[in-house]
């Protein structure tokens, strides 16, 4: 890049992403996912050299937000230059893949990048730091679960990595009386063996190159002006320069870490000709502390930097002055990820030019004009002061995901008492998240002064700052009761750790706070997670060559870890190649009046605008449509695209075209308001056994209640992706696309382009990741892009961006379940009569297979004798909800135990009681009459049971809950019966094709998708595969999806083995001591095909509707899992203490990928009840759209112990769907420790459960004296700013107004009695 002085913009460079054309590198193993700093998938490391220290620092990245010219004199790392199959493959790399840390791979080159930045600047790490350098760092994984890629990390550390049960550094697998091993017997732990990995070696790093070193020493800096398309970038050489230069723009915004500023221009529009970038300068970049008590940390360095100086000056100084700078490194911890806080520097607080000072106080934080910074000004260094004896500081804060997620409400409070006192003499309560700016209780602050700290001063407190702090009912972001609490919530917990830091001062004077309240002082500390796998071994006897039964590698993982697997983006540019933008919707139901494409194709590098009317063919299509014509039925519809040189010129004139709407009504949003508008997709579909009505008359008690359980983001790491080639001849077209079913695809492309669908090709290598969500919104997404090629006659790019695919494709189907169960006293469930509704969205989809799939597996273990079951898609106006891992079945069984444990609590019975007395115990029928046997059922329940010392650790938990009044603990066992397969016969069939080449290769080509579930290295460990292609030496190829038939299983690949093997076998047994090249060699002298298919005709399953009846499911596959959290009931936090899961796994072809698909599918259901929110507004605009606002679990949410253990049976297997629900263990694991809470608390003992169980659900079901404080003094009472899918308040409004008038007293007395409040009567 030329300067504008012609200097040269030097980087050095191992990689970049490219994006277009004109790029110079070529180095793809970077990914792009999110594009907001929010993933890590595009982690690279920056290495620096520091010409004062003479040191170089290496730190991690996220290349989507690193502006190329603020690297100017950087060294980039990116994972090409830490290893590759063409040369080396570094330890690293090795350790991950063979760890099994990568499934899709999407994530795994950021995942390497993190770990190994961390290994350059500590290479013997302590586990801890590998924690942090993945989760708290944001490194995002949705297909493992994370444990194997923490066990990969942790196999640098020097300390043992082995299980450290009970922290002993010992695993117990080890004990020498072999009691364990016994009790396993023939059970194996081993997953990888750690002697096949390559020592690090770090003095073969690259070297940092010497002419930066010589560019850093240069004395002579001058000026860099960087000008480009539209922007100039300038970097000033010093202080005085960069005022210079900021008096000459001042509308110039600094760009420093650009965190803030480049999400900005990315994704709100932002604008700014001229940038200045003092990032680097020595006058910014230094951290002192002056010996009048001052800490001057100049504004230019990093925030990591900023943490390691605070870290250093803590352990320095006596406790007492540090108080503040430990309260900011608390902080500091939760902010972002390191790639984030490397790039960000420490907040910006004062200075100008003349040098003054700005007091960090309520005016400048809410940005009042007269304290705020004047457009010429920077500030240039921070003063962090030292506290004093009789001062207190504190940061708390409250957020969905306890690292790495904005906060719900955040606060920093600060008091000074009179010396030797508890007199307040000075007070400060600083609030964030609750308004658009930093809020100051400044008011209430003042009108404290010369209080004591005592319980009266509390309740005075939280009355007065609720009557300050005021959050409008429509506010941004919601919430709105629950942040209000928070205010109050935090307040206290401030309050209770001030009076404990006071006792220790003067225990004498000052008394200390209720044994009971100490667990709320702390948040949840942050653990390495350990935990055993355990799986059959195989049988000693078995021959060593063959595969079967052994946790081989997956087929790719070593092309995911040193990124030369190849995704759609990485494909290299085309000639003439266009790059595809959509124009979507911006109302939920609406007619087009008009479209306005003008000003968009006036636009640089545009080539046209596609719409309705260009599609050739059919564009509605099975009721799927393309292109929206006249009217628009979802916000986000594809209403047209923009084809274009670059996807920026793409994406800026997508943004030019002008839409006309007209509402149409009615506008249909919630499954409420379908109900009420009558408005479904498709009939009903029912089944039922025994007389239902009949038994409601004989029993014990009738219950009846609703539950909610809200969508889910499929949040596959590479986004719809699609690359588009039509050829000159016969209008044919090849698509490359990640898809699960490359067959609707074709049959759609086929439908739109009106062409046979012999023309339309797919091609579909790998996807990273899929989850559902490409099972058939590719096909809706492969006709807009191919109608964009047909009508240019170019190849079409279609990449969405993270924030376009959550918002077109949306996700797994709200649901809205009603039950009416009938039982006796004992617990025996007689009759259910249950109806599901979900909420479809605006086209067919896949939405009635999806309500086939809940009614059909409803029941899930229970043998209820009458039983009736409903259920409907409703027809809404919202984007298409789709296919999801599990479909339906995660939704539709949290219905099922929840009124399971509504039973139980109504008869006084613990779930687990419950559960097993209902349980199926014999050979049975289902009840749409299919037989089964539920023996493996049995066995994971019992094994679950026992092996997680459930009933022992269920009897700690109530004792650890008598001790502590705000947290409280719970454990939940869920059982599981998952039916495989689909009901529909033909969709169960299969088909391979096989060839022998002369050199004895062997190419497998089929119809299976590889997602990341490690398809083709089971297909080429099944044993006659493997056999007759020795995969070591001939490395069996398996080709890519191109057969158009819905499924492949191994068992097809197996048949055409065993077809070639029998043509064969006459060669073989002439010379049965030759090689196989030479077998083959005779074999094609002899005129003996080598080619076969394998077909499988699939299971003959079959569904009768009319009667309700039928052989739906060729086969079941069992589970139990058990789950133990620890609650926060003051801020709604909750910690996942540990899970065992029992998983029928018949005999696994290979326990690591079978362990793999179990973990990750068991934390992508734990994501889902817990932390993953979609939030839509009353108008239906997805306002959850990026990583920043839609949560999937991180490392720090797995569980801290976690044990798998894969039970042996004689069923088929298949466990990447089954697995989701067992992570509702913790929804109900959360349920038992709020119940534990509401009881101590004298409330009512039912109490709705929703799903997910977020942090806002948990705290507002916990209710005490906060809850009711907030509603009784909240201003207003209304409809909070954004409706979810459900509109779920835990507590009923019934039983809150009940509660009304009793609380207004309550409230106040418990203050005034900080005792541990007796329960309600
Ligand atoms: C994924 C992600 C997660 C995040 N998480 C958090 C979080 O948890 N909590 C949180 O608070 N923030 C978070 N942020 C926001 C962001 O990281 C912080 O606000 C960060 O401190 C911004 O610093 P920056 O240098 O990158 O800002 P930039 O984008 O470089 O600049 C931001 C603004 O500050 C001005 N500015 C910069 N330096 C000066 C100066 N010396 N004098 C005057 N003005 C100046 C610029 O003109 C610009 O307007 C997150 C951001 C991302 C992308
Ligand atoms: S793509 Fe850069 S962080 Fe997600
Ligand atoms: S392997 Fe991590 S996202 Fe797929």
Known sequence: YKTQENMLLVISMQGGKCRNQSSLVRLTGTKYSCGGGGCGACTVMVSRYNSTTKAIHHYPATACLVPICSLYGAAVTTVEGVGSIKTRIHPVQERLAKCHGTQCGFCSPGMVMSI??????????????????????????????????????????????????KGSGKCCMDQEDGSLVNRWEKMCTKLYDEDEFQPLDPSQEPIFPPELIRMAEDPNKRRLTFQGERTTWITPATLNDLLELKAN????????????????????????????????????????????????????????????????????????????????????????????????????????????????????????????????????????????????????????????????????????????????????MFYGSVGPTTVSASQTCKQLIGRQWDDQMLSDACRWVLDEI??????????????????????????????????QMDPQKFPDIPEKFMSALEDFPIETPQGIQMFQCVDPHQPPQDPVGHPVMHQSAIKHTTGEAVYIDDMPCIDQELFLAP???????????????????????????????????????????????????CVGQIVGTVAADTYAHAREAAKKVKIAYEDIEPRIITIEQALKHNSFLFDEKKIEQGNVEQAFKYVDQIIEGEVHVEGQEHFYMETSSILALPKEEDKEMVLHLGTQYPTRVQEYVAAALNVPRNRIACRMKRTGGAFGGKVAKPAVLGAVSAVAANKTGRPIRFILERGDDMLITAGRHPLLGKYKIGFMNNGVIKAADVEYYVNGGCTPDESEMVVEFIVLKSENAYYIPNFRCRGRACKTNLPSNTAFRGFGF???????????????????????????????????????????????????????????????????????????????????????????????????????????????????????????????????????????????????????????????????????????????????????????????????????????????????????????????????????????????????????????????AAFSINPALDIGQVEGAFIQGMGFYTI??????????????????????????????????????????????????????????????????????????????????????????????????????????????????????????????????????????????????????
């Open 116 to 165: 190994y930045t961390l290994l350059r600047n500590h290479p013997e790490p302590a586990p801890e730091q590998i924690t942090k350098a993945l989760g708290v760092e944001r490194n995002l994984c949705h297909c493992t679960g994370y444990r194997p890629i923490v066990e990969s990390g942790k196999t640098f550390c020097v300390e043992s990595t082995v299980c450290e049960l």
């Open 249 to 428: 723009f001042p509308k110039a915004p600094l760009v420093m870490g650009n965190t803030e500023l480049g999400p900005s221009i990315k994704f709100k529009n932002e604008f700014h000709p001229v940038f200045i970038s003092p990032l680097g300068l020595p006058e910014l970049h230094f951290v002192n502390t002056t010996d009048d008590g001052k800490g001057d940390n100049r504004c230019g360095i990093q925030l990591a930097q900023l943490n390691d100086a605070l870290h250093f000056i803590v352990s320095e100084q006596p406790k007492e002055k540090t108080k503040t700078y430990r309260a900011l490194l608390k902080h500091l911890r939760t902010l972002a990820g390191a790639q984030i806080r490397n790039m960000a520097p420490a907040p910006s607080f004062h200075h100008t030019s003349h040098l003054s000072l700005i007091p960090l106080n309520g005016p400048f934080l809410e940005r009042s004009p007269e304290a705020d910074l004047k457009s010429e000004e920077i500030v240039s260094s921070v003063y962090i002061p030292y506290s004093t004896q009789w001062h207190f500081v504190f940061g708390l804060r409250m957020a969905q995901r306890q690292e790495n997620a904005f906060a719900i409400v955040n606060a920093g409070m600060s008091v000074k008492f009179e010396d030797g006192t508890n007199t307040i003499k000075k007070l400060q």
């Open 470 to 503: 005021y959050i409008p009912p429509a506010a941004e972001g919601g919430m709105v009761e629950y942040r209000r609490t928070l205010i109050i919530s935090l307040l206290f917990k401030f309050y209770l750790k001030v009076r404990r830091g006071l006792n």
């Open 583 to 633: 124009i979507t919707s911006t109302r939920a139901h609406a007619k087009i009046i008009s479209i306005d494409i003008s000003e968009a194709l006036a636009l640089p590098g545009v080539v046209d605008v596609i719409t309705a009317e260009d599609v050739p063919g059919d564009n509605n299509y099975q009721g799927e449509i393309f292109y929206a014509q006249n009217e628009v039925i």
């Open 890 to 1144: 995660p939704q539709g069984t949290v219905v099922v135990e929840a009124y399971i444990t509504a039973v139980a609590s109504q008869c006084n019975l613990p779930p687990e009681e419950v559960k097993e007395i209902n349980m199926y115990k014999r050979i049975s029928k289902t009840a749409f009459k299919q037989t089964f046997n539920p023996e493996p059922l049995r066995r994971c329940w019992k094994e679950c049971l026992e092996k997680s010392s459930f009933y022992t650790r269920k009897l700690a938990a109530e004792e650890f809950n008598k001790k502590n009044y705000w947290k409280k603990r719970g454990l939940a066992i869920v059982p599981m019966k998952f039916c495989i397969g689909i009901p529909t016969a033909y969709y169960n069939q299969a088909a391979t094709l096989v060839h022998i080449y002369l050199d004895g290769s062997v190419l497998v080509t089929h119809g299976g998708c590889e997602l990341g579930q490690g398809l083709y290295t089971k297909m080429i460990q099944v044993r006659s595969v493997s056999v007759f292609s020795n995969i070591e030496e001939y490395a069996c190829y398996i080709q890519l999806n191109n057969f158009f038939l819905r499924n492949a299983i191994t068992l097809n690949a197996q048949n055409a083995c065993q077809t070639l093997m029998a043509r064969l076998h006459p060669i073989i047994r002439k010379n049965p001591k030759g090689k196989w090249e030479d077998w083959i060699a005779k074999a094609f002298e002899k005129s003996i095909s080598l080619s076969a298919t394998g077909y499988f005709k699939g299971y003959q399953t079959n569904m009768d509707w009319e009667k309700g009846e039928g052989n739906a499911y060729p086969y079941y596959v069992y589970g139990a899992a058990c789950s133990e959290v620890e609650v926060n009931c003051l801020t709604g936090a909750h910690k996942l203490l540990r899970t065992d899961i029992f998983m029928d």
């Open 1172 to 1321: 993953e929110e979609l939030k839509y507004s009353p108008e239906g605009v997805l306002y959850s759209r990026s990583p920043d606002d839609y949560k999937i679990p991180t490392v720090t949410e797995i569980p801290e112990e976690f044990y798998v253990t894969l039970v042996r049976s004689q069923n088929p297997i298949g466990l990447g769907e089954a697995g989701m629900f067992l992570g509702s263990s913790v929804l109900f694991a959360i349920y038992d420790a709020v119940a534990a809470a509401r009881r101590e608390r004298g409330l009512a003992k039912t109490f709705v459960l929703s799903s997910p169980a977020t942090p806002e659900m948990i705290r507002m079901t916990c209710v005490d004296q906060f809850t009711d404080m907030e509603r009784l003094f909240s201003k207003e009472k209304g409809s909070p700013g954004h409706v979810s899918y459900s509109i779920f308040f835990c507590v009923s409004y019934s039983e809150r107004r009940q509660r009304e008038t009793e609380s207004v007293f309550k409230c106040l007395d418990s203050f005034n009695n900080l005792d541990c409040p007796e329960p309600n009567p």
